[in-house]
């Protein structure tokens, strides 16, 4: 069993940043998928940004270029650094981890989930 647990969520004003962070249970944290996605109000969840066991990553569209996924082994933590952020980011975002190094966009490819933290962006 696989304990998520996110943290660094907010209220900011358009054009800020934010950095959400989640740790992890377990002892082999460095060979764990990552992710993290968002849920708006009435939307469903969506994909935002993974890592693989490697560190290679990959971003959903709405994110490139203003989203950064990167972990840190030796803390079981993940991070998603947000930077120009605008209103529609607005949602509560999940941390998602897969026992196997690989994961895709698909929200199966992860076995856990944190309990989520909100991210409101003010226009």
């Known amino acids: 069993q696989v304990q998520l647990v996110e943290s660094g969520g907010g209220l900011v004003q358009a054009g800020g940043s934010l950095r959400l962070s989640c740790v992890a249970s377990?002892?082999?944290?460095?060979?764990?998928?990552l992710g993290w996605f968002r849920q708006a109000q009435g939307e469903e969840r969506e994909f935002v940004a993974g890592?693989?066991?490697?560190?290679?990553?990959f971003y959903a569209d709405s994110g490139k270029g203003r989203f950064t996924i990167s972990r840190h082994n030796a803390n079981n933590t993940v991070y998603l650094q947000m930077n120009s952020l605008k209103p529609e980011d607005t949602a509560v975002y999940y941390c998602?981890?897969?026992?196997?190094?690989?994961?895709?966009?698909?929200?199966?490819?992860?076995?856990?989930w944190g309990q989520g933290t909100q991210v409101t962006v003010s226009s």
């Open positions: 890592i693989m066991w490697s560190g290679s990553t």
């Open positions: 998602a981890a897969a026992l196997k190094g690989i994961v895709t966009t698909s929200q199966a490819s992860y076995r856990y």
């Open positions: 377990g002892r082999t944290f460095s060979s764990y998928g």
